[in-house]
């Protein structure tokens, strides 16, 4: 089974690039099968991470960032791949 996790944060005024760094520092041991890192429009800093693991598995996330660098709270989900189309 693949369980994706989805992190989200969005950055407080002009610390887009920070989070983004932050984030990209943060230690995943073990390391997901793919981990993938994606911005959006307002500062918004979207991780996404894919394991070969049971929905209900204890897995590494990334902890919420310093207040500074948020204007709130990260918002957090996890779902299970049905189908792969391209």
């Known amino acids: 089974m693949t369980v994706t996790l989805m992190w989200e944060a969005a950055a407080a005024d002009g610390c887009g690039p920070r989070l983004l ?3 990209r520092e943060q230690d995943l041991s073990p390391m997901p099968r793919r981990l993938e890192f994606l911005i959006a429009p307002g ?3 979207l991780v996404i991470s894919w394991w070969e693991q049971p929905y209900d598995a204890e897995l590494p996330e990334l902890p919420d960032p310093p207040g500074e660098l948020v204007r709130r709270q990260v918002h957090r989900w996890r779902f299970v791949s049905v189908s792969v189309e391209s």
Request: glycine residues 0%; hydrophobic residues 50%.
């Open 43 to 45: 500062d918004r800093v």
């Open 21 to 23: 760094d932050w984030a």
